[in-house]
C-alpha cells in the first residue's frame, strides 16, 4: 500500500493479486476466502462473455453493465489490474467509445486468466490448511 502526498492511501495496481489485502479483506477466515476465489475461478468466463457479446452487438449500455459486475467481482477479490482495466472499459463503454474499450478486451482476458491461475495456485498452497482463520 502506498499513500499519495495527501496521505491518502491506495493499493498498487501493478499486481494481479494483493494476497496480503484479500485476506484483511475476509478477516482472515479461510474458508471465506476460499469460497470466493473458487466461485470466481468458476464464473470468470460468465464475466468476459457479456463483455465480448456487448463489443460484437455494439451495446455500450450493457457494455457498462458488464465490464462494472468485473470490476466488483475483481476489486472484492484483490485483483487491482483486473479491477482496473474494466474501470477502464466501463468509462470508455459510459463514453460511447466501444471501439476504443474493444482495444482492452485481450488485455482484460489476459488479466482474467491469470487470477485464475494466481487462484488455483493459492487454492492448491492451502490444501491441507486445517485452521479457519489465517
Known amino acids: 500500500m502506498k499513500a499519495d502526498e ?3 492511501r491506495s493499493f498498487s495496481t501493478d499486481v494481479i493479486f494483493n494476497k496480503e489485502e484479500f485476506f484483511r479483506r475476509n478477516n482472515g477466515d479461510l474458508d471465506i476466502a476460499l469460497g ?3 466461485i470466481f475461478i468458476e464464473s470468470s468466463p460468465k464475466y468476459i462473455l457479456p463483455i465480448c457479446t456487448s463489443l460484437s452487438e455494439g451495446s455500450a449500455v450493457a457494455l457498462c453493465k458488464s465490464a462494472h459486475k468485473l470490476k466488483g467481482a475483481a476489486a472484492v477479490l ?3 489490474l ?3 482495466t474494466a474501470r477502464r472499459i466501463e468509462s470508455m463503454a459510459e463514453a460511447g467509445d466501444i471501439e ?3 482495444h482492452l478486451l485481450p488485455e482484460l482476458e489476459q488479466q482474467c486468466a491469470q487470477a485464475v491461475k494466481v487462484f488455483q ?3 492448491i498452497s492451502l490444501q ?3 485452521c479457519s482463520r489465517l
Open 6 to 8: 495527501n496521505g491518502i
Open 36 to 38: 470466493l476465489v473458487t
Open 78 to 80: 484483490s485483483l487491482p
Open 82 to 84: 483486473l479491477t482496473e
Open 100 to 102: 476504443k474499450a474493444g
Open 121 to 123: 495456485e493459492l487454492l
Open 128 to 130: 491441507g490448511v486445517s
